[in-house]
């Protein structure tokens, strides 16, 4: 095959990736509601993962703090190999049953918090066993897989398969498989903070302007909820430490008469 005709096979197999999600929106939904509602009660949303679905459950996670202006651990990953799996591959670690209980029995994890496991496999020992062990503990666990019959669809409370089918390269699950479950997680997590108050219209106000490109971009949100010009805007947000959502409060309340 050329590069070309590469290109477009793997395109025309992504595709898939969106029917799948479609097939799961229901699913999809409830664990989003579920998660809202574990942060709204003050617990956490954990993610368990190794290999590519570990990095995935990572890079989520991170995004909720500055993205949604959360203290960082109401979103956490637990990866199979700890730290060092986020920057290179060690795949042994996802044998190892033992490591992710352990993971949860040290972050106290109990029932405000919820569990959820990703897996393309559906039988990684690492995922299985800390969903199975968080369930037995009383908390609500969900299962993202993208094989049918897996292990953790059975184990978790709430399973959510993702049959996006076969590899183009075969095995290699960053592809279809990894794809999916960055966009499930998406999902989740971004219906999660729009349930709880974390977004107003389809904007971000309590993202974290933590450099200039995101200041800007808070200037351009108070002025489209705001009638301030960019640079009343800006002025604002100097006086109320960059808070949007303080900025916006304090502009919808009443002048005080004199």
Known sequence: MTPHDMIRLMNEEESIVLRC??????????????????????????????????????????????TFGIEP?????????????????????????????????????????IVIGLAASGTTPFVVSAVHHARQKGVWTCGIANNKGAPLLEVAEHGILLDTGPEVLTGSTRLKAGTSQK?????????????????????MVDVKAKNQKLKDRCARIV???????KDEAWELLEENDWSIRRVIERSSQPAVPT
Do not use: H, W
Request: glycine letters at 6%.
């Open 21 to 66: 999600l479609a097939q799961a929106e229901e699913a999809l939904a409830l664990t989003a509601q579920k998660a809202a509602e574990a942060f709204q009660a003050g617990g956490r949303i954990i993610y368990i993962g190794a290999g590519t679905s570990g990095r995935i459950a990572v890079s989520d996670a991170a995004e909720m703090p500055p």
């Open 183 to 203: 966009l499930a997680l998406n999902r989740i997590s971004t219906v999660a903070m729009v349930l709880s108050g974390k977004v107003m219209q389809n904007l």
């Open 73 to 113: 651990d109401r979103f956490v990953a637990v990866v199979a190999g700890g730290t060092a799996s986020r920057d290179k591959a060690v795949e042994d670690a996802e044998d190892d049953i033992y490591a992710s209980i352990s993971a949860l029995n040290e972050m106290s994890v109990n029932r405000r918090d």
């Open 223 to 229: 002025c489209e909820l705001t009638p301030a010009t």
